[in-house]
């Protein structure tokens, strides 16, 4: 009798999002329309990386919120690769996101535990 | 040194006061860390400006006023929107848990400046943020 051998594989789609630049109120929308179409189309797992961000502000990183909650709902999640610049990383560790968002060191490493 | 500017409420003229409040910022020599937490506050507040007191409406406008002293930072904003209506005493930062995706601007203008006030004159909100360093 042969051996039954029975396969399954899962593919999961997780987006890198590298960002350069000012991430502020002006910029904000069209990170959010990008973000909105991935997770319209049933991606639940998100990279941002942060690391060339010159700039952030509440409004970018409302964005960032906004995926991470439609993300953990869909049993997603988010990781960033943090910003090198303090004028970007201030206001994850004023608001203390840096404790809500998981950090990774670079995009090109996909995470673990996802 | 002194900054006086005018900018239509709208996102994309945000950058003209936090540009010209670094240049002024290098030139007498404030510390980096120092601008860069100015440039947050001023940059959160004028987004508020936009957002609350004139709903959106980009045809207004936004009087920046600025001195670089050498001890200190003091930005002045007037807008002739809606009268502010905020208790700056009761304001605190959000439960970063609750993952809500607002209300944090003026928690951090307060985290960031020595002083916050508000008042109403000839029918202007005037915002006065200082810094010292």
């Given at each position: 009798m042969s051996v039954e051998i029975v396969t399954t594989e899962y593919v999961l789609r997780i987006v890198t999002i590298a960002l350069a630049g000012r991430l502020d109120a002006f910029e904000a929308p069209a990170?959010?329309?990008?973000?909105?179409?991935?997770?319209?189309?049933?991606?639940?797992?998100?990279?941002?990386?942060?690391?060339?961000?010159?700039?952030?502000?509440?409004?970018?990183l409302a964005v960032l919120v906004s995926v991470l909650k439609r993300a953990r709902l869909a049993e997603?999640?988010?990781?960033?690769?943090?910003?090198?610049e303090e004028a970007a990383s201030r206001i994850l560790k004023l608001t203390k996101f840096d404790q809500v968002f998981v950090s990774i060191e670079s995009s090109q490493i996909i995470p673990k535990g996802f | 040194?002194?900054?006086?500017?005018?900018?239509?409420?709208?996102?994309?003229?945000?950058?003209?006061?936090?540009e010209a409040l670094r240049n002024a910022a290098a030139r007498a020599?404030?510390?980096?860390?120092?601008?860069?937490?100015?440039?947050?506050a001023l940059q959160e507040l004028l987004t508020n400006l936009v957002d609350h007191a004139y709903g959106g409406?980009?045809?207004?406008?936004?009087?920046?006023?600025?001195?670089?002293?050498?001890?200190?930072?003091?930005?002045?904003?007037?807008?002739?929107?809606?009268?502010?209506?905020?208790?700056?005493?009761a304001?605190?930062?959000?439960?970063?848990?609750?993952?809500?995706?607002?209300?944090?601007?003026?928690?951090?203008?307060k985290s960031l400046?020595?002083?916050?006030?508000?008042?109403?004159?000839?029918g202007k909100n005037i915002w006065v943020l200082v810094k010292h360093y």
């Amino acid at each position: 009798m042969s051996v039954e051998i029975v396969t399954t594989e899962y593919v999961l789609r997780i987006v890198t999002i590298a960002l350069a630049g000012r991430l502020d109120a002006f910029e904000a929308p069209a990170l959010r329309k990008k973000c909105d179409d991935y997770l319209a189309s049933g991606v639940t797992h998100f990279v941002f990386d942060l690391s060339k961000i010159s700039m952030l502000d509440s409004a970018g990183l409302a964005v960032l919120v906004s995926v991470l909650k439609r993300a953990r709902l869909a049993e997603g999640d988010v990781r960033l690769v943090w910003p090198r610049e303090e004028a970007a990383s201030r206001i994850l560790k004023l608001t203390k996101f840096d404790q809500v968002f998981v950090s990774i060191e670079s995009s090109q490493i996909i995470p673990k535990g996802f | 040194m002194q900054i006086d500017l005018t900018i239509d409420a709208d996102y994309e003229q945000l950058r003209i006061p936090a540009e010209a409040l670094r240049n002024a910022a290098a030139r007498a020599g404030v510390p980096e860390v120092t601008v860069g937490l100015c440039e947050l506050a001023l940059q959160e507040l004028l987004t508020n400006l936009v957002d609350h007191a004139y709903g959106g409406n980009s045809s207004n406008q936004i009087g920046f006023h600025a001195q670089v002293g050498p001890a200190k930072i003091q930005m002045m904003t007037e807008d002739s929107g809606q009268a502010v209506n905020l208790d700056l005493e009761a304001v605190s930062m959000p439960d970063p848990f609750a993952l809500q995706e607002g209300g944090y601007g003026m928690a951090i203008i307060k985290s960031l400046m020595d002083e916050v006030t508000c008042h109403r004159q000839n029918g202007k909100n005037i915002w006065v943020l200082v810094k010292h360093y």
